[in-house]
């Protein structure tokens, strides 16, 4: 009698076993260390910190180890662990004019207060295979000055706003709500939509972003700036009562200057799009901006016609793990529903009784 | 051995009980209550992320995490069957960290966590069904704005559903949902009721058993009570009806039951057995039988 082929628990276990092989590889070449990864793939890290939010450099680095390099695998992981730690307090508010900068861009002055630095960056790279690195072996790396000195860096739009020529952004001193812990409701206030961005896709954000410069949604960008760098993360224990640094997170922040608003009453300005996320993470942050600018449209009485300017379409799509799970579950049985649609398209058929596919054929 | 029920195994210390905190748990059963006092509706969660993908039965198993007492005993099927891949999956996973007793029996759960049937065999007022959802709102793919859909619900305007299935009428001559068949709960709102054939809605109404439903990725929960009226949409003039097959079980020879239809060989020689495979089971050791 057929038996149906249904999984067991062996071949559950027996799937787990060949997968730590082909995660492996050939046994004959070292293992992959955590610390290999963290140090040599730290824009993967960067990555996976960013989407799986949390500040972990060797937790992020270990996923991507377990998950063989799969990093939207390693962000699931990442955000499982995530879920099971305790809130102990929610930091301050991170200061960016005060950070320790390693690289620094303004596309709208020529010059600005601190300067511009280039710092790491494939920028102006030729995208040539380096052949060299096929070799192993040290690479000497350039030698940096020592505690080279660093010029206070106020925040470009910061300049703007002294002038009155950008909106300005008010901390409403509302409570913030973690999209983490309460489920996100629409409309979706502008805190609860760019922690959503933060941790949302770079690919998606990246691509919709793209599609506001293609005229679904336009409103006319420039990277007014893009910082890289080391801040200072403090909390305020209630015990306490004042604040105490904690310690450092490397963090990219972008801000875009977009197409100014007006009215009668109310002289143009220009309006912001903001992006932050962990480590170095330059398209990630400049996605995030243009499509949290993107969402301002009804803020802005804009006409919104676009995907990107669609705060449900957007905020729904943007978590690569809830659509990687949802795109994934289809590999999951649906015997009993295709087996209802398949009932309902035969009953839907026999009205007309044409003859079989396989008799007109003829086989 | 099939249908045995295991004895309660050691619990992994590593983790809470059932794996979410306690406060996560409350904040759960709180939804819980308020989704029992208003069949059908769908209250907004605080959903966490599981170690299971979403679109797996990460709502699903939120509840049956929640709801969990350590004398519980858990049934879990997938399509019906108790030894598919994902139902194992689950099933192992509280059995680690809950360290509860499990089975493949229907009457001996207390707890039954499903994705897409309800099982064949009556339950009982001390049973309790987990559904795993997909997609909770059963307005979505007529009205893809949550904000729309809400109002909707709220202002009990559901015209467009009825809309939806005559058009269905008048394109196929029937209605063509086979499946997440729309229903009304308790002459109020309108529930999608998980994605089970409509075969199984009629289980839904005036059951003794309190049915939960959990959307892990949509963050929303509902309920229906124990004895409680669930209708399938319909028309006067086009009846719900429930799927009927023309064949029996080759394994049990049963007529009544949901059957899947197996392919056995290239030319397309067709089988159908139960898809309730503790139904199956429990009627071949009565000694009934296919062929």
């Known amino acids: 009698m057929y038996v149906a082929v249904k999984g067991g628990e062996q071949a559950i276990d027996n799937a787990h076993k060949v997968l730590a092989k082909k995660r492996r590889g050939d046994t004959s070449i070292a293992e992959l260390g955590v610390e290999q990864i963290r140090q040599q793939l730290p824009l993967a890290v960067a990555r996976v910190m960013t989407e799986g939010s949390l500040y972990d450099e060797q937790l992020a680095a270990l996923a991507i180890k377990q998950a063989a390099g799969d990093l939207v695998e390693a962000i699931f992981l990442l955000r499982a662990y995530r879920t099971t730690l305790p809130r102990f307090t929610a930091s301050l508010p991170i200061d960016t004019g005060d950070m320790l900068l390693s690289r620094r861009l303004s596309a709208t002055f020529k010059d600005v207060p601190g300067g511009q630095l280039l710092g790491p960056t494939f920028d102006y790279t030729h995208r040539l295979l380096d052949f060299s690195l096929l070799a192993e072996g040290e690479y000497p790396g350039p030698q940096l000055p020592e505690k080279a000195a660093l010029e206070p860096c106020p925040r470009v739009l910061g300049l703007l706003a002294k002038e009155g020529l950008i909106k300005q952004e008010a901390d409403t001193g509302e409570a913030i709500a973690d999209i983490t812990r309460e489920p996100l409701e629409y409309p979706a206030s502008r805190a609860q939509r760019l922690q959503a961005l933060a941790r949302g896709d770079e690919g998606f954000l990246l691509a919709l972003g793209y599609s506001t410069q293609r005229g679904y949604g336009r409103n006319h960008p420039f990277a007014g700036e893009i910082r890289i760098g080391e801040v200072d993360v403090w909390i305020e224990p209630e015990e306490l009562g004042f604040p105490i640094a904690i310690g450092a997170i490397e963090i990219t922040e972008c801000e875009m200057v977009n197409q100014f608003v007006g009215s009668a009453s109310e002289p143009a300005q220009f309006t912001r799009g903001y992006g932050l996320a962990f480590g170095h993470a330059e398209r990630k942050a400049m996605g995030m901006a243009l499509v949290d600018r993107s969402l301002r449209a009804e803020e802005y009485a804009e006409e919104i016609m676009s995907p990107a300017q669609q705060q449900e379409f957007v905020l729904a799509h943007c978590d690569n793990v809830e659509a990687a799970g949802f795109v994934s579950h289809l590999k999951l049985p649906h015997y009993v529903d295709f087996q209802s649609e398949l009932e309902l398209i035969r009953k839907l058929r026999k009205p007309f009784k044409g003859p079989t596919p396989s008799q007109e054929t003829g086989q | ?291």
């Open chain 2, 1 to 291: 051995m099939n249908a045995a029920t295991q004895p309660r195994p050691g619990r992994d210390e590593a983790y809470n009980f059932a794996y979410l905190d306690e406060q996560t748990k409350r904040m759960i059963r709180r939804g819980l209550l308020k989704a029992v006092a208003i069949p059908g509706y769908q209250v907004p969660f605080g959903g966490r992320e599981m170690p299971l993908p979403y679109g797996w039965g990460t709502g699903g198993m939120q509840l049956t995490a929640a709801i969990l007492g350590a004398d519980d005993v858990l049934k879990v099927t997938d399509q019906g069957a108790d030894d598919t891949t994902n139902a194992v999956s689950i099933r192992r996973f509280f059995a680690r960290t809950a360290g509860v007793a499990t089975t493949e029996r229907t009457p001996e759960a207390t707890i039954i966590q499903t994705r897409h049937r309800i099982p064949e065999m009556p339950l009982s007022a001390d049973q309790i069904m987990v559904y795993q959802v997909p997609n909770p709102e059963p307005l979505r793919f007529i009205e893809p704005l949550e904000t729309e859909t809400r109002t909707m619900h709220a202002l009990n305007d559901y015209g467009v559903m009825h809309v939806k299935l005559y058009e269905d009428i008048a394109t196929f001559g029937h209605i063509a949902t086979a499946y997440a068949y729309p229903v009304t709960v308790n002459d109020r709102y309108v529930m999608d009721p998980s994605p089970i054939p409509k075969f199984d809605n009629p289980k839904l109404d005036m059951s003794p058993a309190l049915m939960l439903f959990g959307a892990g990725r949509e963050k929303r929960l509902y309920a229906v009570p124990p004895y409680t009226r669930v209708s399938s949409l319909d028309f006067e003039d086009h009846p719900f009806q429930v799927q009927k097959w023309e064949h029996n079980c080759a394994i049990c020879g049963s007529h009544e039951s949901f059957l899947d239809e197996l392919i056995l060989d290239d030319q397309g020689t067709q089988s159908f057995v139960c898809s309730d495979s503790d139904y199956c089971a429990q009627r071949v050791l009565q000694g009934e039988n296919g062929q």
